[in-house]
C-alpha cells in the first residue's frame, strides 16, 4: 500500500497535482492476515470515520437505538477480523458501496446467526457514542434507508475534512482566523464582505483574498484526500463527489 | 445559530457541519479553475435510475393513457393511468432496467406474473397485465387508494383496534395464496396497502422471486442486482427484518410458513411501533393490549417453521376469537406476576380474598416450588394437569364451594385459546372447568411445554401467595 502523504499544495498553478493516496481497500479486504497492520489501521480508521451513516441505516430500517448499536458494531469488527467476505464486485471501487452492500448482505444472511450464537464480552471494534449518534439522526422522512445512508456518508465526509481543517487552523494559531472565514467555505460571499472582515482581522483585503483563497485550496485537497481513501482510482474522486452532491440534494 | 444558509438559502439542519451548509460546502468542493465564488458551478448528475416522465412513457404504452407518477419505492416506479378501451383508472409499475438484466429474468418474469394473475381476491391488489414495452419490463394493476402500512408505521404505532382490523385481512390474503401455492416471501407494511374504506390489500405478490431469481443468499449477488440495491429498491432478496430465519439460512427450503413469520413481525411492529429485537418482549409488556394477544404473535414468531402457526387461517381464528371473548364479560382477572407472560396490572379478583379465609387447612402442606421443578424437569405435562385436579380435590374437601355463576361455559372453554383456558383455570382454582379442557388437551398431546410452564408457574405463584405458610403435597402418585 502506498502510503506516502501528500506535501502540502504550495504549489502555483500550473505545477502537477500531489499524489493523492489510495488505501487500496479492497486489496486490504482480500489480503487476508498477511495484510500488515498498516493496511488495517487506515482500514480501521476509515471505519471509525464511517460508522454513522452505517449505524442510521440500522435505524432508518426499524432497528432500535441498541438493536443498531450491536449490530454497527457486530459488523464492523467482523470486517475488520476480515471474516466479511466482499460480495460486491470490489473493482467497483467504492469503499461507500461496498460497506452499504455488506451491510445488506449481513443484515441478511448472519446477524441473525450471530444474534443466535450471543457473543458476548470481547472489547467492542469501535468507540461509538450512541447519544451523539440519536441526536444526529435525521428526522423520519420520505428517504428510503439507501438514500439516508448516503446522505450521512456525505455528512460525515463533510464534517470530518472540515475538523481537520479547523485542527491545521489551530496548530498555526490561526483558530480566529479559521472561525471567521470558514462561511466562505459555503459560498457565502455576499453575506460578509472581505472588508468588514479584514477590519476585523487587523488585516488588509488583499490579505484576507488571499487567505480565502488558501483556505479553499486546502478544503478541496483535504476532501479529495478523504474520498481517495474510499476508492480504488483518483479517477474516482470527482464522480463520487457528484454522487454525495446528489445525496446530499434529495 | 443561524437557521438559513445564506448562500442558497435552504433551511440549516442541527446537524450541518460546523454549522454550514451541507449543500453549499459540497459545491464548493468542486474544482472551478479560478477563483470564483464556491457554489455557482453547478455539477453535472450522475446517472441513477429516474424515473420516465409520464410524457416519455405514452409512446411505449399506447393503450393507456398516463396520467401521473405516483412515486417511486419498492421495485420500481409507479403510475396513475387509465386503460383508454376500459376506461378503467389502473396503477402502471415498472421495474428499473438494472433489476430485470439477470439471466433467465424473462422467464421467470412471465412464470411468476402469470402466477400472480391468478391471485383474485379482494385482499390482493390484482394483476390485470403484464410484458415488455421497449425493454422496459411493466405490470398493470389494480390501483389502491390509501396508504400503505409503512407510512402509518411511521407515525409510530397503529391503535390495536386497527391492527386487529388489518390482521385477519392480511391472513386471508395470505391463506388465499398459499392454498394456490403461491409464497409471497416479501410481506413487509411497504407492500400491505390500506384503501380509504379500510381494506387491507397486499401488492408485489411473487416479485421479489422474480427479480431474485432463484433465491441463494449463500451465493455471491451478480452486480445488476447490487446495482438495483444501490440505485434505489432494497430487499431484492426479501427484507432482511422481516425475513424468517429458514429463509435467510436456507432459502431454498421456504415455504408458506416464512410468510407467516413476516405477518408476525408485522403485527408486532404495528402493535408496538418497534421492530422484534434481541431481546423478544412480549407486547402486553410495552402496550395496554389483551394479553393472550402475545400468545398469538409470539407464536407466529417462533424461529422453527414447525412451532408457527402452520396456517395463516389459524392466526386469523385465534385473533378474532380474543376480539371476540374481549367483548363478553371475562372471569376474574389473573392474579398477578404469572411469570412465562407478562406483569398485569390487574389484582386479584374476589375468588382469591374468600379462598385465604380457609388457609387454615392447608397449613400441613409442603412447599410447592420443589414439586414444579421436578415435574417440569420431567415433562410430565398430564400429571401437571392432574396436580392441578389433586389441588382442587383438596380445596373441594376443605368444604369450601363455589356458588358464583361461571364465567366460562364449556363450550366456550373447548373452542378458546389455550392461554384463555390457562388464565381462567388460575383465576378461579375451584372451578374444575378449564382444568377438564386443559387435561383433555394435554391427553390429546395439544399442550405444550410452554403452556406446561404456564400452569406449573401459575400454580406456584397462586398458591405461594395464598398459603404463605407452607403447604403439604401428595407426592408420591404423581412419579417422575
Known amino acids: 500500500m502506498r502510503e506516502d502523504r501528500p506535501s502540502p499544495s504550495s504549489s502555483s498553478r500550473g505545477a502537477p497535482r500531489p499524489e493523492f493516496v489510495t488505501t487500496d481497500w479492497p486489496a486490504v479486504l482480500h489480503a487476508g492476515q498477511g495484510g500488515g497492520t498498516r493496511a488495517h489501521a487506515a482500514l480501521a480508521r476509515l471505519c471509525q470515520t464511517y460508522w454513522h451513516p452505517l449505524y442510521a441505516y440500522a435505524r432508518r430500517r426499524g432497528h432500535a437505538p441498541h438493536d443498531a448499536q450491536d449490530l454497527t458494531q457486530e459488523f464492523f469488527s467482523r470486517l475488520l477480523e476480515r471474516r466479511l467476505l466482499a460480495r460486491a464486485d470490489p473493482l467497483r471501487g467504492r469503499f461507500r458501496s461496498f460497506l452499504l452492500a455488506s451491510m445488506n448482505h449481513f443484515l441478511a444472511n448472519e446477524w441473525e446467526k450471530a444474534r443466535a450464537r450471543k457473543r458476548g464480552g470481547g472489547r467492542p471494534a469501535l468507540s461509538l457514542d450512541l447519544a451523539a449518534a440519536e441526536q444526529r439522526l435525521e428526522p423520519a422522512d420520505d428517504a428510503t434507508p439507501d438514500k439516508a445512508f448516503d446522505k450521512q456518508w456525505a455528512l460525515c465526509l463533510l464534517e470530518t475534512v472540515l475538523t481537520r481543517l479547523e485542527q491545521e487552523f489551530q496548530r498555526e494559531g490561526k483558530a480566529a482566523l479559521f472561525a471567521l472565514l470558514k462561511r466562505t467555505l459555503a459560498g457565502a460571499r455576499e453575506s460578509q464582505p472581505y472588508a468588514e472582515l479584514a477590519a476585523k482581522l487587523g488585516l488588509s483585503e488583499g490579505a484576507i483574498k488571499v487567505a480565502v483563497h488558501r483556505l479553499r485550496r486546502r478544503y478541496r485537497d483535504l476532501i479529495r484526500e478523504e474520498i481517495a481513501l474510499t476508492v480504488a482510482a483518483p479517477e474516482e474522486v470527482e464522480s463520487e463527489m457528484r454522487h454525495l452532491l446528489e445525496a446530499l440534494a434529495g | ?480
Open chain 2, 1 to 480: 445559530m443561524e437557521t438559513k444558509c445564506p448562500s442558497c438559502g435552504r433551511p440549516l439542519a442541527p446537524n450541518a457541519p460546523l454549522g454550514l451548509c451541507p449543500e453549499c460546502l459540497m459545491h464548493c468542493a468542486f474544482p472551478t479553475g479560478g477563483d470564483v465564488a464556491c457554489g455557482s458551478a453547478a455539477p453535472p448528475k450522475s446517472p441513477r435510475f429516474v424515473p420516465p416522465k409520464p410524457e416519455e412513457l405514452a409512446p411505449l404504452f399506447p393503450q393507456l393513457e398516463i396520467l401521473e407518477f405516483i412515486g417511486q419505492g419498492g421495485m420500481g416506479a409507479v403510475y396513475r393511468a387509465r386503460q383508454k378501451q376500459l376506461g378503467r383508472i389502473v396503477a402502471l409499475k415498472i421495474l428499473p432496467p438494472e433489476a430485470a438484466g439477470g439471466a433467465g429474468f424473462a422467464e421467470r418474469f412471465t412464470r411468476e406474473a402469470r402466477a400472480l394473475a391468478s391471485l383474485s381476491h379482494p385482499n390482493i391488489v390484482t394483476l390485470y397485465e403484464f410484458g415488455q414495452a421497449d425493454g422496459l419490463y411493466y405490470f398493470l394493476m389494480e390501483l389502491v387508494d390509501g396508504v400503505n402500512l409503512q407510512e402509518l408505521l411511521r407515525a409510530g404505532r397503529v391503535a390495536p383496534r386497527e391492527a386487529l382490523a388489518i390482521v385477519p385481512q392480511i391472513c386471508d390474503a395470505l391463506q388465499f395464496a398459499h392454498d394456490l401455492g403461491i409464497v409471497h416471501r416479501d410481506i413487509k407494511p411497504g407492500n400491505i396497502l390500506l384503501s380509504r374504506r379500510g381494506q387491507v390489500k397486499i401488492a408485489d405478490f411473487g416479485i421479489a422471486k422474480m427479480i431474485g431469481g432463484d433465491v441463494r443468499a449463500d451465493l455471491p449477488a451478480s452486480p445488476d442486482i447490487l446495482a438495483a440495491q444501490q440505485h434505489g429498491p432494497t430487499g431484492v432478496v426479501g427484507t432482511p427484518e422481516y425475513m424468517a430465519p429458514e429463509q435467510i439460512g436456507h432459502p431454498a427450503e421456504v415455504d408458506h410458513r416464512a410468510d407467516i413469520y413476516a405477518l408476525g413481525v408485522v403485527f408486532y411492529q404495528m402493535l408496538t411501533g418497534e421492530l422484534p429485537g434481541q431481546r423478544l418482549e412480549p407486547p402486553s409488556r410495552k402496550v395496554q393490549i389483551d394479553v393472550r394477544l402475545d400468545e398469538v404473535v409470539l407464536r407466529a414468531l417462533e424461529k422453527k417453521p414447525e412451532q408457527r402457526y402452520q396456517q395463516a387461517s389459524e392466526v386469523k381464528t385465534m385473533v378474532e376469537t380474543i376480539v371476540q371473548s374481549s367483548k363478553t364479560p371475562l372471569p376474574p382477572p389473573l392474579p398477578p406476576r404469572l411469570p412465562n407472560t407478562v406483569d398485569r396490572n390487574g389484582t386479584g379478583g374476589p375468588g382469591r380474598e374468600t379462598i385465604q379465609g380457609a388457609a387454615g387447612s392447608w397449613n400441613t402442606l409442603k412447599s410447592l416450588p420443589l414439586l414444579v421443578r421436578v415435574v417440569l424437569t420431567g415433562a410430565v405435562l398430564v400429571a401437571l394437569v392432574a396436580l392441578g385436579l389433586t389441588a382442587f380435590a383438596f380445596i373441594m374437601r376443605s368444604g369450601y364451594v363455589d356458588k358464583r355463576p361461571l364465567a366460562y361455559s364449556p363450550n366456550k372453554l373447548q373452542s378458546a385459546p389455550t392461554v384463555a383456558v390457562i388464565q381462567a383455570g388460575l383465576a378461579d382454582p375451584r372451578n374444575s372447568m378449564p382444568w377438564s379442557e386443559l387435561k383433555n388437551r394435554a391427553q390429546a398431546g395439544r399442550l405444550n411445554r410452554n403452556e406446561a410452564d404456564i400452569i406449573g408457574d401459575g400454580l406456584a405463584t397462586w398458591l405461594r401467595r395464598n398459603y404463605p405458610n407452607g403447604y403439604d403435597w401428595p407426592f408420591d402418585d404423581l412419579g417422575g
